[in-house]
């Protein structure tokens, strides 16, 4: 049976598809009682989920998906359960949608030298935007007529070692953990499989993350094969972590990774949805 449960959802506040009262009308057509919203950088969309959650009988737990940087490497921190207008938090989001503003204009001046057009694709990606990310500058090729779909955009433009890349420079993990912390929340690691470490290398990152106060790991995702949880489920209990779910869900028209159709986390981890301050309905659900 499908998870009633999904803490990893992204709307047009960020670099989802849908605003956010429709992310919320997809996730209750689909069966999610519990879900949280989890924009990147920023919490701008959580009052009209919150509207969104009251009108189709959805429970709501407040969330956001914070960049970091790890030894010199992009991680992504969810936060639930946090109060959005925490200073600490509200500071530290708005001065990383800084450095994301930062990171998209030293792109598109690279790309610029290869003869692109950079300052339009920089007014394409941002149009009015509170949060600028490489997803958005990815469809502003694709709306240019530059590359057929954002895939090609990564492949031949933003991904690593592509004439638009720029490293993530983001604030440090241990204070973005703070942040969280800070505002009475819980910090957990987005879908750790996908960041590229050795074996030993992820286990290091994860005992720091704990050290730094965060609990919990993101064991279901979207997309993931059954080795993959299995392998995501290992980490949790050797590094004495809570387990997440969440479908990471952006787009409708992407098929790997829609609401509702999550596995259940494995019955040995302890549900980080079990702990004060999420709603409580969480509580029955595995």
Same mark, same amino acid.
Not at 70 to 91: C, E, K
Not at 93 to 98: G, I, N, S, V
Not at 181 to 194: D, E, F, K, T
């Given at each position: 049976?499908?998870?009633?449960?999904?803490?990893?959802?992204?709307s047009?506040?960020?670099?989802g598809?849908?605003p956010?009262?429709?992310?919320?009308a997809?996730?209750?057509?689909?069966?999610?009682?519990?879900l949280?919203l989890?924009d990147?950088?920023?919490?701008?969309?959580?009052?009209?989920?919150?509207?969104?959650a009251?009108e189709?009988?959805l429970?709501?737990?407040?969330?956001?998906?914070?960049?970091?940087?790890w030894?010199?490497?992009?991680?992504?921190?969810l936060?639930?359960?946090?109060?959005?207008?925490?200073?600490?938090?509200?500071?530290?989001?708005?001065?990383?949608?800084?450095?994301?503003?930062?990171?998209a204009?030293?792109?598109?001046?690279r790309?610029?030298r290869?003869?692109?057009?950079?300052?339009?694709l920089?007014e +394409?990606a941002? $149009?009015?935007?509170?949060? *600028?990310?490489?997803?958005?500058? /990815?469809? !502003?090729? %694709?709306?240019?007529?530059? @590359?057929?779909?954002?895939?090609?955009a990564y492949?031949?433009? +933003?991904?690593? $070692?592509?004439?638009?890349h *720029?490293?993530?420079?983001?604030? /440090?993990? !241990?204070? %973005?953990?703070?942040w969280? @912390?800070a505002?009475?929340?819980?910090?957990?690691?987005?879908?750790?499989?996908?960041?590229?470490f050795?074996?030993?290398?992820?286990?290091?990152?994860?005992?720091?993350?704990?050290?730094?106060?965060? @609990?919990?790991i993101?064991?279901?995702?979207?997309?993931?094969?059954?080795?993959q949880?299995e392998?995501?489920?290992?980490?949790?209990?050797?590094v004495?972590?809570?387990?997440s779910?969440?479908?990471?869900?952006?787009?409708?028209?992407?098929?790997w990774?829609?609401p509702?159709?999550?596995?259940?986390?494995?019955?040995?981890l302890?549900?980080?949805?079990?702990?004060p301050g999420?709603?409580q309905?969480?509580?029955?659900?595995r």
């Amino acid at each position: 049976m499908p998870s009633l449960i999904d803490l990893h959802m992204h709307s047009s506040v960020s670099d989802g598809i849908l605003p956010p009262r429709a992310v919320i009308a997809l996730a209750a057509a689909r069966g999610v009682k519990v879900l949280s919203l989890t924009d990147h950088d920023t919490t701008a969309g959580l009052d009209e989920a919150a509207h969104g959650a009251h009108e189709h009988g959805l429970e709501l737990v407040t969330g956001v998906e914070i960049s970091a940087t790890w030894r010199g490497r992009g991680i992504h921190v969810l936060g639930y359960a946090i109060d959005p207008t925490a200073p600490a938090l509200a500071a530290g989001l708005e001065r990383t949608r800084d450095l994301r503003r930062e990171r998209a204009r030293a792109i598109v001046m690279r790309l610029k030298r290869h003869a692109l057009p950079g300052d339009e694709l920089y007014e +394409l990606a941002a $149009g009015g935007a509170d949060v *600028v990310t490489r997803t958005h500058l /990815a469809r !502003a090729l %694709v709306a240019r007529g530059l @590359v057929q779909d954002p895939a090609e955009a990564y492949k031949r433009w +933003l991904g690593h $070692g592509c004439p638009g890349h *720029v490293p993530a420079n983001f604030c /440090a993990l !241990a204070e %973005v953990v703070g942040w969280i @912390v800070a505002s009475g929340g819980y910090a957990a690691v987005a879908h750790p499989l996908r960041y590229q470490f050795s074996a030993g290398t992820r286990r290091t990152f994860l005992s720091e993350f704990k050290a730094a106060g965060g @609990v919990g790991i993101e064991v279901v995702t979207g997309g993931q094969s059954p080795t993959q949880v299995e392998a995501a489920m290992g980490l949790a209990l050797r590094v004495g972590l809570d387990g997440s779910i969440g479908s990471d869900f952006h787009d409708p028209a992407i098929p790997w990774n829609p609401p509702g159709r999550l596995a259940n986390l494995p019955a040995c981890l302890q549900p980080i949805w079990m702990r004060p301050g999420f709603p409580q309905g969480a509580a029955s659900i595995r």
